[in-house]
């Protein structure tokens, strides 16, 4: 069994693209016909096999004729040729050689009955045709080493007579997905309820994508379970028809995770593990002529390994070579660049590189972003991010105000999209597909009511909307707008009413603990899971708990927190707690029991000044779209405002 060398184990990216670069050696090209040319990159200076055109041929209708003949002809004097002093001539005809120009149809008059033709324009020799050789000639070079194949140069080689080609060889490529607790995606897909502890094989679908982004093939094995021996005989019968071979999970140091263990029986070792987060599980091994890609489980991870070393090694076994500088945008297929300031800070792990997801918006012409959750299954975030950042390794706190410089994975509209933060809700988000169909964009942070009325009132967003309950008056949101903003509250903002809604407690179906009440969250058998610190729905639990003179520090999962209603009631749904607070859509939505205990307005808030944004203005004419209210009223649990 081959070592693996102490200084290849918790590399850096960019040592381990030295060793990459050192070990990986180009393939040699191979000749493909024309048919099969398309998209791929010439490994040699390509010439033209015949002249094009190949023959003298017209550039329009009309007559083929002798120049010399057209002498001084004009329409107020024209000349006339008789029948063989002349030839009709369709576009692209060939010209013969007696003839060394053509007349447009335009410019003359064909008397049928003598067969005289009266030209009434003076031509000179080669006029209005294409020459042989006019466009491409024998020998020439039309296309060079390095070039793709385009649909035109593919369409021009054809023309020139070019029926085969050297190209540069592209890898054949096997991905492996493996584990015990893999289910095939066809399976997973017509499954109505997926087992505990089983995940369907969706990684096949991100290597797919990338790899067909990047204009390269790939193909997918059957899963193979956690057994060493049957990957060991799978690889050692798969490594002499492959280039590179990659092979899903089994990468960390579980128990079965043999994946390592068998690449070092079969070769030798190449590096272990990077100095990276995520992605930090990963291994190279050379399998003798075939390279082998030890890709972590995990969806982010996943995409990082083959973002910072599949897509190199791609690369190197293609053209021999990468460039370090653009590779990586490259592979994420960054559509440009942008510096953006933080909207809160963000704290990174000193001396691993780590592949940030950031969302971005506008607010009063300053460009900013902030961090979407960073775990390294969370499948959700990588698919909404707009830009990614790779912080350095010595990178350990940036903190809020700072720049960051992004690779944009997506255009965004900077002019149209508002940035909404504040309370939870599934209705309201639901809004953003008409937004975006009334010309704007609306991206959501849930942040709970106070959260968003804080952000408002620091410019970090353009609306909010709260649900916060003054226990002293009974109103909702007036007063605590009013310590937020000052005396200038009404001068500044604007509310909106957007619905009414059923807040409750969310049990499991059949309501299993005999919960009928608050007071019922602060028995000891039961254990509940709460929203955040400045969560509208905790502040009416709270107001609830002085109520009924329990002591929230007595109540089991009072600090368990959730930042959205439906986060919260999947917890309940998955035994991880007995109820939580909540609203009735969700409860309704996840097939719990619902107890409900107050009907809350859901008010929206922004600045006057920004009545006129495109977002903002779309936002509200969405808020009375009867598409939207309909979808609404189908979820159950709202009532709309009078």
């Given amino acids: 069994m081959a070592l693996v060398e102490k200084e290849t184990m918790h590399i850096s990216l960019s040592k381990a693209w030295e060793i990459l670069k050192r070990k990986c050696r180009q393939l040699p090209g191979e000749t493909v016909s024309v048919h099969e040319s398309l998209g791929r990159t ?85 006029e209005n045709v294409r020459p042989l050789g006019e466009d491409v000639f024998l020998g020439q070079v039309i296309a060079r080493e390095g070039d793709r194949v385009t649909p035109a140069l593919c369409s021009l080689l054809a023309t020139a007579g070019v029926k085969n080609l050297r190209t ?102 190449l590096f272990r593990w990077l100095l ?190 709260c649900h916060l309950l003054d226990t002293e008056t009974g109103d909702y949101n007036t007063s605590y707008i009013e310590r937020m903003f000052g005396p200038q509250a009404d001068a500044l903002l604007a509310r909106r009413p957007v619905f009414y809604r059923q807040q409750g407690i969310m049990v499991r179906k059949g309501n299993p603990k005999g919960i009928r009440s608050v007071s019922d969250l602060g028995r000891e058998d039961v254990v509940m899971v709460n929203r955040q610190p400045g969560a509208g729905t905790r502040v009416l639990l709270d107001f609830l708990f002085r109520m009924e003179n329990i002591d929230p520090g007595n109540v089991r999962g009072y600090e368990n927190c959730s930042t959205t209603h439906f986060d919260a009631g999947n917890k309940v749904l998955r035994g991880f707690a007995d109820a939580a607070a909540g609203i009735k859509s969700v409860a309704d939505a996840l097939g719990l029991d619902f107890l409900p205990l107050a009907e809350e307005p859901y008010e929206l808030v922004y600045f006057r000044s920004m009545e006129n944004h495109p977002g903002i203005a779309a936002l509200l004419e969405s808020l009375c779209d009867e598409g939207w209210r309909a979808m609404v009223d189908r979820m159950g649990g709202y009532r709309w405002p009078e």
């Fill in 276 to 465: 990276m987060k995520p992605g930090r599980p990963a291994s190279v091994a050379d399998l003798g002529g075939c390279l082998a890609v030890n890709l972590p489980g995990f969806p982010m991870s996943n995409a990082v390994i083959l973002w910072s070393v599949v897509f190199p090694v791609l690369q190197l076994l293609h053209c021999g070579k990468f460039d370090e500088k653009t590779i990586l945008p490259a592979a994420i297929g960054a559509t440009g660049t942008e510096e953006v300031t933080l909207l809160s800070s963000y704290s990174s792990s000193y001396g691993k590189e780590e592949w940030v997801r950031f969302k971005c918006v506008e607010i009063d012409g300053e460009k900013k972003a902030y961090a979407l959750p960073s775990g390294a299954g969370a499948l959700w975030s990588l698919s909404e991010t707009d830009g990614l950042s790779l912080l350095p390794l010595e990178t350990a706190e940036r903190s809020k105000g700072s720049t960051v410089n992004l690779w944009l994975l997506r255009d965004i509209r900077w002019k149209e999209r508002i940035l909404f933060q504040g309370s939870n809700d599934p209705a309201f988000e639901r809004i953003a597909t008409f937004v975006k169909k009334k010309g704007g964009e609306v991206i959501f942070r849930s942040v709970g009511s106070l959260g968003g009325l804080a952000a408002l009132s620091r410019r970090e967003c353009h609306t909010a909307a």
């Fill in 168 to 269: 540069l060889a592209l890898p054949k490529s096997l991905y492996i997905p493996t584990g015990d607790e893999i289910i095939p995606l066809e399976e997973w897909l017509d499954l109505e309820n997926p087992p505990p502890g089983k995940v369907g094989e969706s990684n096949s679908m991100l290597v797919k994508g990338y790899f067909r982004n990047w204009g390269f093939s790939v193909e997918i094995a059957p899963c193979i379970p956690d057994d060493p021996d049957i990957l060991l005989t799978f690889l050692e019968e798969k490594r002499k028809t492959y280039d590179l071979i990659l092979i899903g999970a089994g990468s960390a140091k579980g128990e079965r995770d043999h994946t390592f263990s068998v690449l070092q029986s079969l070769g030798q070792p």
């Fill in 42 to 126: 010439l490994a040699e200076d390509v010439t033209a096999s015949r002249n094009v055109p190949h023959y003298n041929a017209s550039a329009m209708d009309g007559y083929a004729l002798s120049s010399v003949l057209t002498a001084g002809a004009t329409p107020s004097s024209p000349v006339f040729l008789p029948s063989g002093e002349y030839e009709w001539v369709n576009t692209g005809s060939e010209v013969s050689p007696r003839f060394d120009s053509v007349v447009m149809i335009e410019d003359t008059t064909l008397d049928k009955t003598t067969g005289t033709l009266t030209v009434v324009s003076s031509l000179v020799a080669g």
